[in-house]
């Protein structure tokens, strides 16, 4: 089995008793929809429609012919694909036989994908050889004790769909882990210098799942445009796509949230509900501003799930006008609490919050810089424990120290305060992280991979707000005596290290010197203050 961190035994079995966990595996939902309605179309991927029974047993192939390769129980498997019906066959058919999948971004490079290689070990790989890192096998070296790599697009042996295709029928005693085991791994936004990696356990996660499908509606009726990247936990449980696969619903996959894309395959499929971040929300309602026939094609669109990063009251309060359907709002995290807001709830927590959690049993706590509750109303720093929160980082003691206080809550790095009723309302971060467009860039990561280059002395990472995106990064940057470099250069420097295109810094500025702590570390507040200032006298000469 995965070793991760365990809920103590009195939460374990008080989550129990409460319902929350019910000792089933997190194929759960979409299996009981296979043996109720298997005609029912569980998954639309561009010309391709696939019934919930067609689904199920292209992913009992690969089940069962990975479990004949002696794949199981123990393993785990590094997989990487773009928005497909694949993504969706490949983890049922790992949680089938019981191996343990990091999901990574189609947008992680060399870079992430060694980190996740290394912490995990895969004795299995699953690519698309459209992937630049795939193109040929040097990355499998990478990967100590890989025992079989499938792509997409390979056309060999290891082609991914022969797999799926081929038909074989799974061994009697194949099974996934125990509920209580780890399922798979989500990935944290991070605020550290490694990306990390979040053990999720089948009964924390479907406890999830089930309950933001019931606080979000979803039924089979519901037919849900997957536009975000696919392994984001709000694409995949909030309610997400497992969300719909609970419901006996059908997934519109999308690759991106272009509205261009998008329009269409709402139009086309009668696409009813959707989840969005909000940069792709400013680009839906300026396409349908621009074009008021656009309004008509997305007609069936009855909801709108909006998380990830800041959420601007105005633009919130311009989904119904605009595009015509009802705004839930979303503030989740990979590591666990997720909040929505209600349908029914009124026009002031709607617009104005994040929502309240998804369980009774998540345990809230808002504290001062020294630790105390602060009243509602006041902001401060989240923290969180609960039956759907984890419990530590994989494999990462040090980190779990701070990440967590000594009663096992975790510290979530977000400000937020307590609004009507126990709703949140997301006012800040203290975590060393950019939100860009709800992509997430951990400052440290960028830092280090900047001080690489033979010329740069100093490197500091921050956000600046952006119109369009909410937040972008700007590196700050102090060169060694008589060195030279340019942004150029750091952004080319960066790229041949192998980092996602998203993590690249949005500017860079050239100083002589950062301002530094008492202790002798770059002053970050300082130094976001600054570039705020900044930020704000160039607005005013424009
Ligand atoms: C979601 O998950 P992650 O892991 O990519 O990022 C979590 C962080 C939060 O700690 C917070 O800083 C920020 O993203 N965030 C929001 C937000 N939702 C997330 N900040 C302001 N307003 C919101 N509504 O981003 C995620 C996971 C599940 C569902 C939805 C989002």
Sequence with gaps: MIEFTRWPDQFARHYRAAGHWIDAPLTRGFQAQVAARPDATAIICGAR?????????????????????????????L???????????????????????????????????????????????????????FRDDAFLDRCEGLRLALFLGDGGPQDLKDWLNTPATLPADARPTPPDEVAFFQLSGGSTGTPKLIPRTHNDYDYS????????????ATRYLSALPAPHNFAMSS???????????????????????????????????????????ALWQSAVLADPGAGAQIASLDLMLVGGANFAEAQARRVPELLGCRLQQ??????????????????????????????????????????????????????????YTFRGYYRAPAHNTTAFDAEGFYITGDIVERVHGGNLRVVGRVKDQINRGGEKIAAEEIENLLLRHPAVQQAALVAVADETLGEKSNAIIVLRDGEAATAMV??????????AEYKLPDRFRFVADLPLTAVGKIDKLRLRQAEFDLQQSRRMTL
């Excluded at 060694?114 to 690519?127: F, M, R």
């Excluded at 609970?246 to 086309?268: E, K, M, R, S, Y």
């Excluded at 020294?370 to 609960?386: C, E, I, K, Q």
């Excluded at 750091?490 to 980092?499: K, N, V």
């Design 330 to 387: 979303v503030f989740g995290m990979a590591e666990g609490l997720v909040n929505y807001t209600r349908a029914g709830d009124s026009e002031a927590v709607t617009f104005t919050t994040q929502g309240r959690p998804i369980s009774p049993d998540d345990e809230i706590r808002i504290l001062d810089a020294s630790g105390a509750p602060v009243p509602d109303g006041t902001p401060g720093h989240l923290a969180v424990r609960g039956p």
């Design 490 to 499: 750091l952004r080319r420097h960066l790229l041949a290290l192998g980092i």
């Design 239 to 281: 309610p997400g796509a497992l969300g719909v696969f609970d419901a006996g619903g059908t997934v519109v996959i999308a690759d991106n949230p272009d509205p261009t894309l998008c329009f269409p395959l709402i139009q086309q499929h009668r696409v009813t509900t959707v989840a969005l971040v909000p940069p792709a929300v």
């Design 209 to 220: 799942i089930r309950e933001s499908v019931r606080i979000c509606g979803f039924t089979e």
């Design 49 to 77: 429609q696939l019934s919930y029974a067609e689904a199920d047993r292209l992913a009992t192939n690969l089940a069962a012919r990975l479990s004949a390769h002696g794949f199981g129980h123990g393993d785990t498997a």
């Design 79 to 133: 997989v990487q694909l773009p928005n497909l019906a694949e993504f969706y066959l490949i983890f049922l058919a790992l949680l089938k036989i019981g191996v343990a999948p990091v999901n990574a971004l189609f947008s992680h490079r060399l870079l992430e994908m060694s980190s996740y290689a290394s912490q995990i070990s895969p004795a299995l790989l699953i690519g698309a050889r459209g992937h630049e890192l």
